[in-house]
């Protein structure tokens, strides 16, 4: 048996060692067009601000992969015929596969912007993202970053720490608000302001306009203001990467759809992580998961179905980290951006740099959300798992690693009010 994984992103490769261990006779080919070894794409960043190097990126010494028995081919692959169970790769390389398990992940969007193909104007993805910016960054003395989300706030940070200044251009009334309810997403204004950032809200990209050789030299907002810049950041969000399925007859919507055991509609096909789209038939529609830790999990998941057991991915409960600058921010279950028929408890400290919001319903805490702690994974999956209540949650904070002294002196002191 011939199993080919096309991407060695979180979910390739995890695919590729559970595989391993369940199946030690089969062939396993991992197929990247980006790198011949697996990196950490979370820590792009820390490369680029020369907190780490590239070498440190990697979770396993190179020599791992022959270990394993799994081989690594670099290529792009361009077309895939599932009749002759074929991967044709640019340069004219042929991969043949009895199954095939796409793990392509994701690819930075682009909303067909006037100018968004210049020389200057570029996403924050991957290692040639990376190397792009290295080289814009020489000549730049302003970036302007188009779309309010996670990856923008990396590059804002990334850019400020080469002295390049940045604008940024947020459509939304305030800071990722279609995610963080108002409090939350005030405090993400403040610091971006603090950090000398120039924050536009509701304001929109018009065009980017051309210096006369191709390069850009500025945007103009939908506003009519003209900016002047030498880089532009599009960091409005990414969708799943479908580049190599043009006329393979596998079934795609917003990303490539698959059942519960991550099958497509092709026989000998599985797709899992950032570029699957799960098929449900329960509210709130099918499922895309777009975050490291569900790359993993739907990775291994997908191993055993690529074996042949019967399996069904059942999500973990939803969590979410990330940094803006150095404010910390965690999210557990579900927490609306806006209020709606549940019960939400809110707190924030008098220097506005910690939070904490709790989200309940039907005497069940629903979600939980910090800013500027860190709380235990474990301890609050725990929690929303086995349905516990609000006062049960806030007796027991201290379980979860939380700041001490934000607990005694604010938090205490409103739920005893
Ligand atoms: C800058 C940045 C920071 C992030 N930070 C976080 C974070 O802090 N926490 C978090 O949970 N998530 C974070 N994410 C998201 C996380 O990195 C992704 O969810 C995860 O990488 C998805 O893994 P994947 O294996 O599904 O896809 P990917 O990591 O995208 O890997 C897919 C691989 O397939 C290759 N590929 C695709 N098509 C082809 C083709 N046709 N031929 C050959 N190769 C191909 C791609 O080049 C790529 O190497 C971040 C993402 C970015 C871009």
Not at 130 to 146: D, H, I, P, S, T
Request: aromatic content about 8%; some cysteine.
């Amino acid at each position: 048996m011939q199993v080919v994984i096309l991407g060695n992103g979180i979910t390739g490769v995890s695919a590729a060692i559970a595989l391993r261990a369940l199946r030690p006779d089969w062939g396993i080919t991992i197929v990247s067009g980006e790198s011949t070894y697996h990196y950490s794409r979370p820590a792009l960043m820390y490369v680029f601000m020369g907190h780490m190097r590239y070498q440190e990126t990697k979770p396993f010494p190179d020599s791992f992969w022959s270990e394993q028995g799994l081989e690594l081919v670099r290529a792009w692959v361009q077309r895939i015929d599932t009749e002759a169970r074929v991967l044709e790769c640019l340069g004219g390389t042929k991969i043949h596969y009895d199954r095939l398990l796409l793990a392509t992940g994701s690819r930075s969007n682009k909303f067909g912007w006037p100018g968004q193909d210049l020389m200057g104007v570029q996403g924050l993805y991957n290692l040639m993202d990376l190397r792009l910016l290295a080289a814009n960054a020489e000549r730049a003395k302003r970036a302007v970053l188009v779309g309010g989300g996670l990856i923008g706030v990396e590059l804002a940070e990334m850019l400020k720490t080469r002295g390049i200044g940045v604008t940024f251009l947020v459509r939304e009334t305030s800071y990722w608000n279609n995610v963080l309810p108002p409090e939350e997403s005030s405090m993400i204004n403040e610091l971006l302001r603090e950090e000398g950032i120039d924050l536009r809200l509701e304001t929109e990209l018009g065009e980017i306009l051309d210096d006369g050789t191709g390069r850009c030299r500025g945007v103009r907002t939908k506003g009519g203001e003209e900016i002047s810049c030498e880089i532009v950041g599009l960091t409005a969000g990414v969708s799943p990467n479908l580049s190599a399925l043009l006329d393979s007859g596998i079934p795609c919507g917003r990303g490539i759809l698959v059942d519960a055991q991550l099958k497509t509609q092709v026989d000998h096909v599985w797709a899992a992580g950032d570029c699957a789209e799960i098929v449900t038939d329960g509210e709130g529609g099918n499922l895309l998961q777009q975050v490291w830790y569900t790359g993993k999990a739907q990775g291994e998941l997908v191993a055993h179905s690529l074996a042949g057991e019967d399996v069904s991915y059942t999500p973990r409960t939803w969590f979410n980290s990330a940094k803006f600058f150095d404010l910390e921010y965690q999210v557990y279950g579900s927490v609306p951006p806006q209020k709606g028929e549940e019960n939400q408890h809110f707190w924030l400290d008098k220097d506005r740099k910690k939070s904490l919001r709790i989200v309940e319903k039907d005497g069940r805490v629903l979600g939980i959300q910090v800013m500027g702690m860190r709380l235990r994974h474990l301890v609050c999956e725990a929690w929303l798992n086995e349905g516990k209540s609000m006062e049960y949650v806030l007796a027991h904070l201290l379980e979860a690693d939380f700041d001490p002294e934000f607990f005694s002196r604010s938090l205490i002191r409103e739920v005893q009010a």
